[in-house]
């Protein structure tokens, strides 16, 4: 006998979303580079972000709320996380940083999704875009979470959902 | 398991994940690799392919890519007189059931999900192969 389907959240910011999210990053991050972040906390924030270097961002829909994803990265932390990646440290003139913060927002954001779809959300396909800077009065954010991840000074980022 | 002349195309709209696949192909002593952007330029070069007498062999197609996406491209190939049966396979990081189906129903030969690692895309062209050609023997 089947078990019962999981009751869905009542919002956006209910545990199981943001549990989804944070399993995402934790596995793209340990898949590539071999090692598996610590997240340290969480935190709640009026607005987004504004002091990172590289912004990967996914604007979709969830449970009838448009939200934001946004994985935010330092120049030394996607330096290290690319070279883990690739091989090679990345040529920043060519767009390859930028294109690797497009592909790490892609996974993170599509694992997620696969994970809320087992649970019954339906959430939309999205290609990501990517940012050296943000400029926060272009994005209606009324609120955000912010979950960063750390592993031993090796590499900072945050992941934020944001509405 | 693929000769190494097997001539391979990668297709994603990320040059980092074309990089990764490629350097891991490499790894494993596949170097006549081809790449393109997303799903037209794919199929412009399979046919630029047909016409130098070199054509595509396999096919690792990205899915979620824009003008036309990875499950397109497969459709378009399995439709395709030459390219009807070539290995194809779908690298996505989504997961979903539905997709998966959707996948199989156009033929798809494997579907890798991203995060892979090295040894899980081997498998997966392994998987590939035995069921091209080994079926066949």
Not at chain 1, 17 to 41: D, H, N, W
Not at chain 1, 78 to 84: G, N, T, V, W
Not at chain 1, 91 to 102: I, K, Q, T
Not at chain 2, 30 to 52: F, I, L, R
């Amino acid at each position: 006998m089947s078990a019962a389907p999981k009751q869905k959240p009542n919002s956006f910011f209910d545990p199981s979303v943001g549990q989804a999210f944070i399993a995402s990053v934790e596995k793209t991050l340990e898949s590539y580079t071999g090692i598996k972040p610590i997240r340290e906390g969480h935190k709640l924030f009026q607005g987004i972000p504004t002091d990172f270097e590289y912004y990967g961002i996914m604007n979709f829909e969830l449970a009838g709320q448009k939200a934001y994803m946004i994985l935010a990265l330092k120049k030394d932390s996607l330096k290290f996380i690319y070279e883990r990646m690739v091989g090679a440290l990345p040529d920043e003139n060519s767009g390859e940083s930028d294109d690797c913060v497009g592909e790490l927002t892609n996974i993170t954001y599509g694992n997620a999704k696969a994970e809320l779809s087992k649970q019954g959300f339906s959430m939309s396909m999205a290609l990501p875009t990517v940012l050296r800077q943000l400029d926060p009065s272009k994005y209606n954010i009324q609120a955000s979470l912010m979950l960063p991840f750390k592993q031993q000074d090796q590499f900072h980022l945050a992941l934020y959902l944001a509405i | 398991m693929f000769d190494k002349e097997t001539k391979f195309l990668v297709i994603d709209d990320f040059k980092t994940m074309r990089t990764i696949v490629k350097k891991t192909l490499s790894n494993l002593g596949y170097t006549n690799v081809v790449e393109a952007e997303d799903g037209v330029q794919a199929y412009q070069v399979m046919q630029q392919a047909v016409k130098d007498s070199s054509p595509i062999q396999v096919v690792v197609s990205d899915w979620n890519m824009p003008n036309m996406t990875g499950l397109d491209l497969l459709k378009k190939c399995r439709g395709d007189e030459f390219y009807k049966a070539v290995p194809f396979i779908l690298v996505t990081a989504e997961n979903e059931q539905k997709q998966v189906l959707e996948a199989a129903k156009a033929g798809v030969s494997n579907y890798i999900v991203k995060p892979f690692t090295p040894v899980q895309f081997q498998q997966k062209l392994e998987q590939v192969y035995q069921r091209h050609f080994k079926k066949a023997a």
